[in-house]
């Protein structure tokens, strides 16, 4: 036992550095220096007058790749609810554990997405985000997508684990803010189908109940 | 479970030599008993044949096909595949599975195919995903595509069959599990499959409920996400969860658990799989009551300041504060019944040597000396569950076993189911439970003792003897000579799970821990000894009540008390509690934090490890399933404490106690002694009196199931059991209110016509409007005036 405790002493292990003697001594002198010095500055001075590859950022942004894998977004249907079903298969999918989501019930009362369940919690850490979008293939909605934003920097750990509210896709025309109801007559396969063509006046004045009676029973 | 199981669990030891059969499975030669089906002899050889239909626990039915193979006997094949979940083992059987044969494995992928056909594709939303057999089966055993173009049946979705329960149609493949669960194990015939066809469904009666105590295990042995509970719902996916072995908190059955956590909470329980136990089931209770640690609880010390007001301190203030107050010369400790073993071994040990007293009691309920008595000689013990799978009858003694510790009760009933077993029940009612159990029902209150003695048992005979059999003055003394008499196995169950733990670590004034007596000079020796201290108090302390009536007098003037809620012992119990320096070891506010001067918090069961000891005497440990809690046990609480009152008790972690117990071993000197006790003649009730009785009902008011109003809602609604020639007297038909009022005070509850016995009347003794403690001053075998309200 005792003789394996002794410190590993052994010569086969390579000096980090050369010896002295080793080093190449500098031995150009004269004519011979001075030409390899206009060569470095030559090529110095071609470069100039080349095309640059570089931009000023951030004062000029170049586009990128058309799918360059960049910020995520929660996607919506046209009638303004979330595609997003809390199945947490993103999460799954996720080799480096980045993204937090908690499930939760649809009910008559509160509706975020057509069906049963819906996502209450949606996290994405983009501190620990590899952006492989792995997530991306594995959301069975298309709910989750990612955008060519690249733009992910700061300077506090915590505003970079992005929310819910910070990742869904903002409203567009035709759209209703949920929670509300889903399309007359339609169910979760019509929207899947995409057959919902964008919220119904029917649906705007449900809502407007809706956010009424929260805001009263508030009060 | 595997063939091996069944042996591990003793019952097969007594059984004659089994006969064996040799047969073929995929070319291998194996061997098993005869009677064993082909799919469970595969097992023996590592061959999985998918299945979904078929469980070990229960009958074969044969009703999802997936299992199907092809089977030849005496060189003769059947002319097509067969379920191999249906058929038995004969000598000589040829079989091969999807493995070596083609039309085995398209026979299965053609049931799969069909089993798809009307299932939806839920599995993103469905709480079963990423766990589900059938998920699993049809990557192993189906085709990659379905050939189906049709539309699928659709069902409204999903409906609640209990408030606990919900039941989503489309998804069910009709292996009717859960139906045969619900009539073969738990005895609840409450769901079934109606309609035929592609119809075909689980359905409830429309005047039944499916309100069964054991409910949740349908959910458990679902294969499909057809059946899920309503708490879980859409909670979390398998992979977030961390799954930690542990112990049921709530009843002495002992079951083995499996607790699911992810971030701090326990988001699910299941039920683990001990044969000897609880075999794979477990109770509505034990599944969804956990959520009283998540709400409302006590994360700082606190102190009650010269003004009266409770107010946060830090550790090192309010340990100094509790220590000051309980040096004194006369004190008390209660633990109350919920303790783990190694947590009533730190009571035990801290009364004795940080407080020098034998005042320790850990019956926070109805207690008496006789009981106390009765207890010391506990320890020794063994009845088995296996005992009641030998007995020639079952004897139950004031203890439902439905409603008191449910697993007992699976277990007997399945020997009913089995062999007819005799059970008979020395109770006021035949009850639900044991009507199930086809029990003979003793109905003479207030006479028990003598119809005890009158009883005729053999040595074959179980005598499974409930806690409120100590209400009934003289009754244990009968019982104990009963047994003594006939040579009868019997055992001592209580309701909660830490009461045996407790008693075995010496948590109760009589007795030191490994059941040695106070008394006996030379049990104190030994343990002096073991604990390394010069003296261990001679004088056998007082028991709960009389600590109680000591603190009244204020001869006791500091308590330590842990989890006990003061309305369990007695109406007036408070008041005593109010003299005295109280400090109190608690996770979530109560009764007792509003008198208490000192509030220490604690870690709930899921925060903790240690070790609950079951009605039959074996110990279960667990570790902590919220392994990064913050809370202290109350071990290192009371060892932090007596550290801090200079008198040691050197109990850093679980691990140290368990040791230490296991060190002191049981004591192999005299056992304790047992005098009995004279009974009581009963009261004779006049015309409108009534002897009152009760029971506590498994899902009732009890404080580790608040938080969790799913489970509430599928309690049994409170009613007053009456004879029915007391009704006529009455003039009241069922569900008619009566009062029943004594000089205490008055409750009001819908009347039940039961065969109860003509002088008594039955109320649950903790449900929702009915707390006779609190509102009559009395829950048992006392006199009440009964009249229509």
């Not at chain 2, 009915?770 to 001053?777: K, N, Q, T, V």
Request: charged share 25%.
């Amino acid at each position: 036992m005792s003789n394996e405790l002794v410190p590993h002493q052994s010569d086969e292990v390579a000096p980090l550095r050369k010896a002295e003697s080793e080093v190449a001594p500098v031995t150009d002198k004269g004519a011979a220096s001075l030409f390899n010095q206009l060569k470095g500055f030559w090529v110095t001075f071609r470069t100039m007058f080349k095309k640059v590859n570089t931009v000023e950022y951030p004062e000029v942004k170049e586009a990128t790749a058309p799918r360059f894998h960049g910020r995520h977004q929660l996607n919506r249907h046209p009638d303004g609810l979330e595609k997003c079903i809390g199945c947490e298969l993103c999460a799954w999918a996720c080799p480096a554990d980045a993204i937090y989501v908690e499930g939760e019930s649809n009910t008559e009362a509160a509706r975020y997405s057509p069906g049963e369940r819906y996502g209450k919690v949606y996290q994405i850490n983009y501190l620990r985000c590899i952006f492989c979008g792995l997530c991306i293939e594995a959301c069975p909605t298309r709910a989750l997508t990612m955008t060519n934003e690249y733009e992910l920097a700061d300077n506090d750990r915590g505003k970079l684990i992005f929310e819910k509210d910070d990742l869904l896709a903002p409203l567009r025309a035709g759209m209703l803010p949920p929670p509300h109801p889903m399309y007359p007559d339609a169910d979760h396969h019509t929207y899947y189908r995409g057959e919902v063509p964008g919220a119904s006046p029917l649906q705007e004045n449900v809502a407007k109940n809706v956010s009424r009676n929260i805001s009263e029973s508030n009060q | 479970m595997s063939i091996q199981e069944v042996n591990r669990t003793g019952t097969s030891e007594l059984e004659p030599a089994v006969e064996m059969v040799t047969l073929t499975i995929d070319g291998f030669e194996v061997t098993v008993p005869k009677g064993t089906l082909v799919i469970r002899a595969a097992e023996r050889l590592g061959i999985q044949i998918p299945r979904f239909c078929d469980h070990p626990l229960l009958d074969p039915v044969g009703a999802c096909r997936q299992c199907l193979v092809e089977i030849e006997v005496n060189g003769r094949k059947f002319p097509k595949p067969q379920a191999s979940c249906t058929i038995p083992v004969e000598p000589g059987m040829v079989v091969n599975t999807q493995l070596t044969s083609t039309v085995a494995d398209k026979a299965q992928q053609g049931v799969m195919e069909l089993l798809l056909i009307n299932h939806p594709l839920d599995c993103p939303v469905c709480d079963k995903g990423g766990e589900c057999p059938l998920q699993n089966q049809a990557m192993s055993n189906g085709r990659g595509e379905s050939r189906y173009e049709g539309k699928k049946r659709t069902f409204e979705k999903p409906i609640n069959i209990s408030a606990q329960v919900l039941l989503d149609r489309e998804r069910c493949i009709l292996c009717a599990r859960c139906t045969r669960f619900s009539d073969q194990i738990a005895g609840d015939p409450f769901i079934t499959l109606n309609e035929r066809g592609a119809l075909q469904q689980v359905g409830i009666y429309e005047k039944e409920p499916f309100e069964s105590y054991f409910s949740g295990n349908t959910v458990q042995i679902c294969p499909v996400g057809a059946l899920t509970g309503a708490s879980y719902r859409f909670r979390a996916r398998p992979f977030d969860l961390v799954s930690t072995p542990s112990a049921c908190e709530h009843c002495a059955s002992g079951c083995d658990m499996r607790s699911d956590v992810r971030r701090g909470k326990t988001l699910r329980r299941l039920a683990g799989d001990d044969p000897s136990v609880n075999e794979e089931w477990n109770c509505d209770k034990g599944r969804w009551a956990f959520k009283y640690a998540h709400q409302d609880r006590i994360t700082a010390p606190m102190i009650r300041d010269e003004s009266g007001e409770l107010r946060e301190a830090s550790w090192p203030e309010a340990l100094a504060v509790a220590a000051e107050g309980l040096s004194v010369n006369r004190s008390a400790v209660l633990t109350g019944g919920r303790v783990t073993v190694e947590d009533a071994y730190g009571y035990a040990k801290f009364a004795r040597i940080a407080l020098r007293t034998n005042n320790i009691d850990f019956r926070a309920r109805f207690n008496s000396e006789e009981e106390r008595e009765f207890l010391a000689t506990l320890a020794t013990t063994t009845v088995k569950y296996s005992d009641i799978d030998q007995a020639d009858q079952v004897v139950l003694l004031a203890f439902e076993p439905e409603e008191e510790s449910p697993i007992i009760f699976l277990r007997i009933l399945k020997q009913v189911r089995k062999r007819s077993l005799k059970v008979v029940s020395v109770a006021p009612f035949t009850s639900r439970g044991n009507s199930k159990l086809g029990a003979e029902v003793i109905k003479n209150v207030g006479n028990e003792p003598s119809e005890i003695a009158s009883l005729a048992l053999t040595s074959k005979s179980v005598v499974l003897v409930g806690e409120r059999l100590a209400e009934i003055a003289g009754a244990l003394s009968s019982a104990k000579a009963l047994v003594e008499k006939t040579g009868a196995k019997m055992a001592w169950i209580p309701r909660r799970a830490g009461e045996r733990g407790a008693l075995e670590a010496g948590a109760i004034g009589n007795l030191l821990p490994g059941a040695r007596p106070v008394k006996d000079p030379a049990a104190r020796v030994d343990l002096q000894t073991a604990w390394s201290v010069e003296s261990i108090p001679s004088e056998p302390g007082l028991g709960t009540d009389q600590i109680l009536e000591a603190l009244h007098k204020g001869d006791i003037e500091a308590l330590l008390v842990g989890g006990v809620d003061p309305f369990d012992i007695s109406r007036d119990a408070i008041e005593g509690l109010k003299k005295a320096f109280v400090v109190s070891l608690e996770i979530r506010n109560s009764a007792m934090t509003e008198i208490a001067d000192v509030v220490l918090p604690v870690a709930a069961v899921v925060e903790k490890s240690g070790s609950f000891t079951d009605w039959q005497g074996s110990r279960r440990s667990f570790d902590a399933a919220v392994s990064d809690s913050l809370q202290r046990s109350d071990l290192r609480v009371l060892s932090m404490l007596a550290e801090e009152m200079q008198r040691p008790i050197h109990l850093p972690t679980v691990a140290a106690a368990s040791k230490e117990i296991a060190a002191l071993g049981t004591w192999d000197g005299n056992p304790a002694t047992f005098a009995p006790s004279a009974s009581i003649a009963s009261k004779v009730p006049s015309e409108n009196q009534a002897l009152l009785t009760s029971w506590r009902n498994l899902l009732d008011e009890g404080t580790l199931q608040s938080g969790e109003p799913n489970l509430a809602a599928t309690a049994k609604k409170a009613e007053c059991v009456i004879s029915a020639d007391r009704a006529e007297r009455l003039g009241v038909k069922d569900g008619d209110l009566i009062r029943i009022s004594n000089e205490i005070g008055s409750m009001t509850l819908p009347a039940r016509i039961g065969d109860i016995d003509f002088r008594a009347i039955w109320i649950p003794r903790n449900s929702k409007g009915s707390r006779p403690l609190l509102e009559l001053g009395t829950c048992t075998h006392s006199l009440v005036t009964v009249v229509k309200a």
